[in-house]
T-cell receptor, first 114, second 111 residues
Framework: AQSVTQPDIHITVSEGASLELRCNYSYGATPYLFWYVQSPGQGLQLLLKYFSGDTLVQGIKGFEAEFKRSQSSFNLRKPSVHWSDAAEYFC????????????FGGGTRVLVKP | NAGVTQTPKFQVLKTGQSMTLQCAQD?????MSWYRQDPGMGLRLIHYSVGAGITDQGEVPNGYNVSRSTTEDFPLRLLSAAPSQTSVYFC??????????FGPGTRLTVT
């Protein structure tokens, strides 16, 4: 069965420190990959996406992610975290044969310490 | 463009009541979907539609109905609400092979 795993439920990071959120997927085909962010009480905002091509993807708010096919991973990174980055982050996977159906990971909640 | 809109924002139902969650998009997207969000489980697909008149089940369809009579609207019906349907519901739209845009959500409590 298709699945998406975000191993870290919570991460606490100091403001100005780097951040890496992990995402692993289990799919047979080459996937489309997404990272979404959700601030408290809000909807989901797309941070970045990967469809094909360069495996290092730049997104909004200074985030980037790298697709590693050999590891079935799509980890999200930010070099220097701001207090406003405190939110919940979701990795999502789809693939062409399934149209736009997405499978989401369970989410990682990021807390930022001053 | 208003994007994806959802109404209501909040709703409290008693067990056994029915209701419809509204979703509309003004981006002429062919694909629309409903997800529910529960703590620790991410978002799970309830139903989706690839165009007007075409709907299909997602991962957790039981207890929900949908229809798609127009490109713009994709309402979600709860036929007989149960406490297990307490959740936050998100509607999304997009074009095939592209990212989806999410609405602000409806927080539903069933008592």
């Amino acid at each position: 069965a298709q699945s998406v795993t975000q191993p870290d439920i919570h991460i606490t990071v100091s403001e100005g420190a780097s951040l890496e959120l992990r995402c692993n997927y289990s799919y047979g085909a080459t996937p489309y990959l997404f990272w979404y962010v959700q601030s408290p009480g809000q909807g989901l905002q797309l941070l970045l996406k990967y469809f094909s091509g360069d495996t290092l993807v730049q997104g909004i708010k200074g985030f980037e992610a790298e697709f590693k096919r050999s590891q079935s991973s799509f980890n999200l990174r930010k070099p220097s975290v701001h207090w406003s980055d405190a939110a919940e982050y979701f990795c999502a996977v789809g693939f062409k044969a399934a149209g736009n159906k997405l499978t989401f990971g369970g989410g990682t909640r990021v807390l930022v310490k001053p | 463009n208003a994007g994806v809109t959802q109404t209501p924002k909040f709703q409290v139902l008693k067990t056994g009541q029915s209701m419809t969650l509204q979703c509309a998009q003004d981006m002429n997207h062919e694909y629309m979907s409903w997800y529910r969000q529960d703590p620790g489980m991410g978002l799970r697909l309830i139903h989706y539609s690839v165009g007007a008149g075409i709907t299909d089940q997602g991962e957790v369809p039981n207890g929900y109905n949908v229809s798609r009579s127009t490109t713009e609207d994709f309402p979600l019906r709860l036929l007989s609400a149960a406490p297990s349907q307490t959740s936050v519901y998100f509607c999304a739209s997009g074009n095939s092979g592209h990212e989806q845009y999410f609405g602000p959500g409806t927080r539903l409590t069933v008592t």
